[in-house]
């Protein structure tokens, strides 16, 4: 078995901690999603807690699931979501502040300042288990595809930052929300893992369509790397059999090419450009002085 040294000096270390995207073929399919997700949900909370709630990503990033918990706010509450057919496993993470202030909202207080941070009550815990069902409804409602994604919450985690859903080094896709005023700093987090993400997000149409136009950019630009071979014809003749039977060192061979004209170079069975020999150090070179206007074929 053959092992492959790599130069330490020549390797680079992948930064976890990084901000990475969504691979260019899906970035439309998932901003469709993002887009109609955010209004939704705020025609939802209306006729839920009749009070507007304005909705707006802020934030959009990969990151390991080991920063990412590093990053949600403490204290937090959180609940599980799975996705799809293949029940994607993902994770809604809300500031517990702005968890209380909107389930306050639901029994009847109105909007404004976030209340200060306490532990819920038996009932405001219940009616956080009704905002995790709405925004996971218009998850569902704002799938870009034919028919809705199927949902399904699971239990509320108060304590998401200690979260074993995914390997602390895997991949995941973290969407940030706020809910409420421009300067109000508290938001929400629906956290996926990115490969599967995007897996899903290529099984719409638009994810699709992107993917086919990707594909063929691709080998667009490979096709432009091939390399094509170049020969360049100093001339030809031809000898009777008999002659050369007889050729030997030291023997000339008069050519058709005259040596005020310059050489044709064949670009497969063409001739595509006339140009010049000529040197470089101790290697010849080929000047181009024209291209051919016809692109013949070659001389017979």
Same mark, same amino acid.
């Given at each position: 078995?053959?092992?492959?040294?790599?130069?330490?000096?020549?390797? &680079?270390?992948?930064?976890?901690?990084?901000?990475? +995207?969504? !691979?260019? =073929?899906?970035? /439309?399919?998932? *901003?469709?999603?993002? #887009?109609?997700?955010?209004?939704?949900?705020?025609?939802?909370?209306?006729?839920?807690?009749?009070?507007?709630?304005?909705?707006?990503?802020?934030?959009?990033?990969?990151?390991?699931?080991?920063?990412?918990?590093?990053?949600?706010?403490?204290?937090?509450?959180?609940?599980?979501?799975?996705?799809?057919?293949?029940?994607?496993?993902?994770?809604?993470?809300?500031?517990?502040?702005?968890?209380?202030?909107?389930?306050?909202?639901?029994?009847?207080?109105?909007?404004?300042?976030?209340?200060?941070?306490?532990?819920?009550?038996?009932?405001?815990?219940?009616?956080? &288990?009704?905002?995790?069902?709405?925004?996971?409804? +218009?998850? !569902?409602? =704002?799938?870009? /595809?034919?028919? *809705?994604?199927?949902? #399904?919450?699971?239990?509320?985690?108060?304590?998401?930052?200690?979260?074993?859903?995914?390997?602390?080094?895997?991949?995941?896709?973290?969407?940030?929300?706020?809910?409420?005023?421009?300067?109000?700093?508290?938001?929400?987090?629906?956290?996926?893992?990115?490969?599967?993400?995007?897996?899903?997000?290529?099984?719409?149409?638009?994810?699709?369509?992107?993917?086919?136009?990707?594909?063929?950019?691709?080998?667009?630009?490979?096709?432009?790397?091939?390399?094509?071979?170049?020969?360049?014809?100093?001339?030809?003749?031809?000898?009777?059999?008999?002659?050369?039977?007889?050729?030997?060192?030291?023997?000339?061979?008069?050519?058709?090419?005259?040596?005020?004209?310059?050489?044709?170079?064949?670009?497969? #069975?063409?001739?595509?450009?006339?140009?010049?020999?000529?040197?470089?150090?101790?290697?010849?070179?080929?000047?181009?002085?024209?291209?051919?206007?016809?692109?013949?074929?070659?001389?017979?």
């Amino acid at each position: 078995m053959t092992t492959t040294k790599y130069d330490p000096a020549k390797v &680079e270390p992948f930064d976890f901690t990084r901000p990475g +995207s969504l !691979s260019s =073929s899906i970035a /439309d399919a998932w *901003q469709r999603w993002s #887009e109609m997700l955010t209004s939704d949900f705020s025609e939802r909370w209306m006729q839920l807690a009749n009070t507007e709630v304005r909705v707006r990503i802020v934030e959009q990033m990969a990151l390991s699931f080991d920063t990412v918990r590093q990053r949600l706010p403490k204290p937090a509450i959180g609940c599980g979501l799975s996705l799809g057919s293949a029940n994607l496993p993902s994770m809604l993470v809300f500031d517990r502040p702005l968890a209380l202030g909107m389930v306050l909202q639901m029994l009847g207080e109105p909007a404004g300042k976030l209340p200060e941070d306490r532990p819920l009550t038996s009932i405001e815990f219940s009616l956080c &288990e009704v905002l995790f069902q709405k925004l996971s409804e +218009s998850i !569902s409602e =704002s799938w870009p /595809d034919k028919d *809705q994604l199927a949902c #399904e919450l699971g239990s509320i985690d108060p304590i998401p930052h200690r979260s074993r859903l995914w390997d602390p080094r895997k991949m995941v896709f973290v969407c940030s929300l706020q809910l409420g005023p421009a300067d109000d700093a508290q938001k929400c987090y629906w956290i996926l893992p990115h490969d599967e993400l995007e897996e899903l997000l290529l099984q719409t149409e638009a994810g699709q369509t992107n993917n086919e136009v990707g594909s063929q950019q691709k080998m667009a630009q490979r096709v432009l790397e091939i390399k094509v071979p170049l020969t360049v014809e100093v001339g030809r003749t031809s000898v009777p059999v008999s002659r050369l039977a007889n050729l030997a060192p030291g023997d000339v061979l008069v050519l058709d090419q005259r040596i005020n004209e310059p050489l044709p170079l064949v670009v497969g #069975e063409r001739v595509k450009f006339h140009g010049w020999l000529g040197r470089n150090g101790n290697r010849q070179l080929f000047k181009i002085s024209d291209v051919s206007s016809s692109f013949s074929g070659r001389k017979p």
